[in-house]
């Protein structure tokens, strides 16, 4: 991730770019025993959806949750 913001920033392009960035521990990507996973694998498919959007119209909700 570290080399793709270098990348950007020295492109220029940090600024015009959307970065969406999730969890996926690929517990779900094999079919087998694939009911019982959501029983003790839960927290997995929960993971955190991380939104950057550079345009201005982002600005009044930067910070907020």
Do not use: Y
Request: hydrophobic share 35%; proline share 3%; net charge negative.
């Amino acid at each position: 991730m570290g080399g793709l913001f270098d990348h950007l920033e020295r492109s220029g392009r940090n600024d015009a770019t959307l970065i969406v960035g999730t969890s996926d521990h690929r517990h779900f990507m094999g079919d087998h025993w694939l009911g019982e996973k959501t029983l003790f694998q839960n927290v997995a498919s929960r993971g955190p959806l991380i939104i950057c959007d550079p345009s201005a119209e982002a600005d009044a909700t930067r910070g907020t949750v």
